[in-house]
C-alpha cells in the first residue's frame, strides 16, 4: 500500500495544528503515543519540549497521521540534534541524511529483523532516529520496543553490582563488515544487495559501560544488545556468552516491551540509549519502505 496522498481530512490536519503536544502513554511500561502536532509544520518550543520530555519519559513516542515531505522530516530532526548519516544504508535520492529501511516482495531478510540497539558500536552512540512509513504490507511489519530501564532496575541487587563494574565491546565489523560479507551466501549477498553495503567502513569498535545513566535523564540502562555486543571486557566470548543470553532473555520478557502496529501517516522516534528494538519480518510477498534518520547522541557514562 503506497502512502503518497495526504491522507487527513481537513478538519483533522487543522486539529492537530490548533492544539498542544500532548503524551498518552501506549503501554504499561514503554512508549507514548503523541497528540495535537502536525509535525509538515515548523514545531513551536513548547511542542519541542513535550516531545523531548516524553521521549525521555517513555522511551519511543509515535506520531499518527502525519503527512510530512523528506525536507520536513529532516527540519523535525534537526531540533533533536545534528543528523547521523548513515554509512552502511541505501539512502534515498537526494537526501543523504535519509537511510532507506525498505525490503521487497522477492526479499527474504529484513532490515533490523532481532533485538538491537542502533549504533551502539559507536564510542558516542546515536541519541535516536526517526522513523516514518512510507509504503506497509496489508499485514505485519510491526516493530518491538522494548525499556532497558525497566530491565535494569528488575535485575537482583547482586547482579546489579556485578554488572557495574563491567564494560561490553561492541562492534559494527560483524553485522556490516568484509568478514560478515564473506560468510554469507551468494543468496543472502543478492537478497541484501542495494540495500545495505560500503562493508569497508565497518571498522567500529567501542567500549561502553554494561550500565550506563542516560546522559539526560540520568536513569540507570542495560546497555548491551544481541545485535552489536561481542563480550564483556576482559571476559573471552566463550566467558561472555552465558551472561549476556541470561540478561538479554531478561530483557526480552513481553511486559517490559510494546508492539507498534504501523499505519497510513505513522512515525516513531526512538531513544537508542533507553530502548532496544525489533522490526518483525512477518510480510514476505510484500513490499515494506520505511524511511530513518538518525540524530547524534553524546558521550555515555
Ligand atoms: C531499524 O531497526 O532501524 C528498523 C526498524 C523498522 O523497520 O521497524
Known amino acids: 500500500m503506497a502512502l503518497n496522498a495526504d491522507l487527513r481530512s481537513p478538519e483533522s490536519a487543522a486539529h492537530l495544528r490548533n492544539s498542544a503536544a500532548e503524551a498518552h502513554a501506549f503501554s504499561p511500561n514503554v512508549g507514548a503515543e ?17 516531545i523531548r520530555q516524553a521521549l525521555l519519559d517513555y522511551g519511543v513516542i509515535f506520531f499518527r497521521d502525519q503527512n ?20 552502511f544504508f541505501t539512502h534515498i535520492e537526494g537526501y543523504p541524511q535519509i537511510a532507506e529501511v525498505r525490503k521487497e516482495p522477492e526479499q527474504k531478510i529484513n532490515i533490523g529483523g532481532g533485538w538491537h540497539t542502533d549504533h551502539s558500536y559507536d564510542q558516542i552512540p546515536a ?6 512509513a512510507r509504503e506497509l ?15 535494569y532496575e528488575t535485575l537482583s541487587p547482586g547482579l546489579k553490582r556485578t554488572l557495574e563494574g563491567l564494560n561490553a565491546v561492541h562492534s559494527s565489523r560483524h553485522v556490516f563488515g568484509a568478514a560478515a560479507a564473506a560468510k554469507v551466501t551468494a543468496e543472502t549477498a543478492n537478497d541484501l544487495k542495494n540495500r545495505l553495503g560500503n562493508s569497508d567502513a565497518a571498522t567500529q569498535d567501542s567500549l561502553h559501560p554494561v550500565v550506563i545513566r542516560h546522559p539526560e535523564s540520568g536513569k540507570k540502562i542495560l546497555y548491551v544488545n544481541p545485535g552489536f555486543t561481542l563480550k564483556f ?14 540478561l538479554y532473555n531478561h530483557a526480552m520478557r513481553p511486559e517490559f516491551s510494546c508492539r507498534f502496529q504501523w499505519r497510513e501517516g505513522s512515525i516513531a522516534f526512538w ?4 530502548t532496544w528494538h525489533y522490526a518483525l519480518n512477518d510480510y514476505h510477498g510484500s513490499r515494506r519502505l520505511m524511511h530513518r534518520i538518525t540524530i547524534e547522541g553524546m558521550p555515555l557514562v
Open 137 to 151: 504490507p496489508e499485514q505485519g511489519g510491526d516493530t518491538l520496543f522494548a525499556n532497558m530501564a525497566l530491565a
Open 34 to 50: 503523541i497528540s495535537g502536532v502536525d509535525l509538515s509544520q515548523p514545531l513551536s518550543d513548547r511542542d519541542y519540549r513535550t
Open 233 to 246: 571486557e576482559g571476559w573471552t566470548a566463550d566467558e561472555s556468552r552465558p551472561l549476556l543470553k541470561f
Open 127 to 132: 541519541l535516536g532516529s526517526v522513523l516514518v
Open 271 to 274: 531513544d537508542n540509549r533507553s
Open 68 to 87: 510530512i515531505t523528506p525536507e520536513q522530516h529532516i527540519a523535525f530532526a534537526e531540533r533533536f540534534g545534528p543528523i547521523n548519516i548513515n554509512r
